[in-house]
């Protein structure tokens, strides 16, 4: 059975007019190619970077406390709920010209945060940068319009795992970069590798003829994204408001009236966004379905690594605590000592001078109050603190202090931690992961181009499955989920090849952009809820230190940013059943089983 798939016009189609790169030689179909995605790679790369260098920002922006996670979760709000707008101007105005206004407001939003001390200016500028994340969306129309039918699967496969440079050169860049300078040079990083990725988009990359001639439906367009704007920022700040409060409560129910309002509104529009017929078809509803459910692993797993692995081991916290509390013990201990030395101090000078007060009066007449108030303020003056603190040792005082005095229990405790830096989460876990990523990025095109998307789409969520169950039930030490990550960077990329390869073949091409961007916002949603859901299984399972000193009542004590195995264990069984339902969707899906036609079907 051959491999490739005839690029001829099927039958009774129209001929193709999007400027397919048909009869171009190797080397300028794979130079479209490589440059489409080392664009698209602006984004994470910059995720990596950012969100690694947050401790160094902070002090920029000492006003903001926690606040200082907006730089986060700003980007990834925006860029989702802009994504299906920006995906749907692709489609009227052209995708390689969005793809450069996304470059340029990329450019524009970094120069501003790499040179204001503006804490508003500075999210303007996060929000700008923001719009790189629709160019995934874009480039899989550019990819399905320019590239030969037979290289649009693989394409796609490439597309969507990178070729490295954020998930390999970004911690590294990112980490060399906070080292040496400051992090405002991340950003002067990031604005080079834009303005040369600009040209080269301009001079290399062909723009598609494809167009759909409509207008933009506005009311559509404010509906999806304002309704997804409120619904994320419910799921990213929830857990800090309080999910239940009405004022937080609020930001769901508006997002959620907005997102129900969106069809009703489409169906009755002449010119929709999107075709409802076409999302609610099986094709495009069961694909954004699935995309739905297994981000919620996607979301989850990249979280929980690098928090479970950067985190400080328990005996590492037991010290710590044991260490803090000593100090209060001994300075309790020492300030406890210096009063009864001053007591002492105090009571044989007030005693010697009324002795010699006495000798001076006749037998048997008292002091007078007076006097003994007087001679009282005099020794009080002349036996100060100060002088007696002097002659208290701390070290004879901390000498008594038996070691057994203080006992530091973590319960519940906790089994993982590794207190690794970034730089070295990168190189012991995830190294070994983007690798096999990105290798099966190109396989899973390959093997999608010959056999269609549903099996690959199929793997990769059994794989989620077992790999959330393994990560839940096993060791959770860095080499453990080393070995799990590396099986997991294979559901990644089987994942992120079927999902569009399965949208390219469901949709009509005048459809691609917008269709991706409603992938996106589900995706961007699910990584949103898998994380919120987590985060509440985790906040329940705080770590405890019980503390206690010589035999008093222990006193129990959170330990800050640290949870108990039992909560990351109940969000990775959360995030593995979510992944077989999607498994059960990918199962009754009925497209995606015959070789994919890089689109030819439309």
């Not at 920022?233 to 508006?254: H, V």
Request: net charge neutral; charged share 10%; glycine share 10%.
């Amino acid at each position: 059975m051959s491999t490739s798939v005839d690029t001829a016009v099927p039958p009774g189609a129209a001929p193709d007019e999007s400027g397919r790169l048909d009869g171009a030689s190797n080397l300028r179909i794979w130079s479209v190619l490589a440059v489409i995605v080392l664009f698209t790679e602006i984004s994470p790369m910059q995720y990596v970077m950012v969100a690694s260098a947050l401790r160094q920002i902070a002090p920029t922006f000492p006003d903001q406390g926690a606040n200082i996670n907006w730089a986060i979760i700003v980007f990834g709000i925006f860029g989702a709920a802009v994504s299906p707008l920006i995906g749907k101007l692709s489609d009227i105005y052209g995708k390689k010209r969005m793809f450069v206004v996304c470059g340029v407001l990329f450019l524009i939003g970094t120069l501003l945060c790499a040179v204001t001390s503006t804490w508003a200016l500075f999210l303007i500028g996060r929000a700008l940068q923001a719009t790189a994340i629709a160019t995934t969306v874009v480039s899989y129309g550019l990819i399905r319009d320019l590239m030969p039918r037979r290289m649009v699967p693989i394409g796609l496969g490439i597309a969507s795992t990178g070729l490295g440079v954020s998930a390999l050169a970004g911690p590294l860049i990112g980490g060399y970069i906070t080292d040496h300078t400051s992090w405002r040079g991340l950003f002067w990083f990031l604005f080079i590798f834009g303005l040369v990725m600009i040209p080269l988009l301009i001079l290399i990359v062909p723009e598609s003829k494809l167009r759909t001639p409509q207008r933009l439906d506005l009311v559509g367009a404010i509906l999806l994204g304002a309704g997804a704007t409120l619904t994320l920022l419910y799921l990213d700040k929830g857990q800090d408001w309080g999910w239940t409060k009405p004022s937080t409560l609020a930001w769901l129910i508006g997002g959620l009236v907005l997102l129900a309002l969106f069809p009703i509104v489409e169906m009755r529009a002449k010119q929709p966004i999107m075709d409802m017929k076409l999302l609610f078809n099986p094709r495009v509803s069961i694909v954004l379905f699935v995309g739905l459910l297994a981000s919620f692993m996607i979301g989850y797993q990249s979280y929980a690594t690098g928090y479970m692995t950067q985190s400080p081991p328990s005996d590492q916290v037991v010290a710590q605590v044991k260490d803090a509390t000593w100090v209060q013990v001994k300075a309790g201990a020492l300030q406890q000592a210096q009063a009864q030395a001053l007591t002492q101090a105090r009571a044989q000078g007030l005693a010697q001078a009324e002795a010699q007060a006495k000798a001076a009066m006749p037998p048997g007449v008292e002091l007078p109050p007076a006097l003994v108030q007087q001679l009282t303020d005099q020794v009080n003056a002349q036996v100060t603190p100060e002088v007696v603190n002097a002659q208290v040792p701390p070290e004879m005082v901390y000498s008594k202090l038996p070691p057994e005095m203080v006992q530091v229990n973590l319960d519940p405790g906790y089994t993982y931690g590794d207190d690794f830096s970034l730089l070295k989460f990168a190189t012991h876990v995830t190294l070994a992961q983007s690798l096999i990523a990105m290798l099966f990025g190109f396989l899973g095109g390959l093997w999608i181009r010959r056999s269609g998307a549903r099996w690959p789409l199929v793997s990769a969520l059994v794989i989620f499955v077992g790999s959330g169950l393994c990560y839940a039930a096993l060791s959770h030490g860095w080499q453990t989920q080393a070995l799990i990550s590396a099986v997991y960077g294979i559901a990644f990329a089987l994942y992120y090849a079927s999902t569009p390869n399965l949208i390219v073949e469901g949709v009509p091409a005048q459809q691609q952009g917008i269709s991706a961007g409603m992938l996106g916002v589900m995706q961007a949603m699910g990584a949103a809820i898998g994380l919120a859901v987590a985060t509440a299984f985790l906040s329940a399972n705080p770590v405890k230190a019980v503390v206690s000193v010589a035999g008093a009542p222990p006193v129990t004590k959170d330990i800050p940013l640290l949870y108990a195995d039992k909560g990351y264990e109940l969000g990775f069984y959360f995030v593995a059943i979510s992944a077989a339902v999607a498994l059960l969707g990918a199962f009754l899906m009925r497209h995606g089983r015959t070789a994919a036609t890089g689109g030819a079907a439309h």
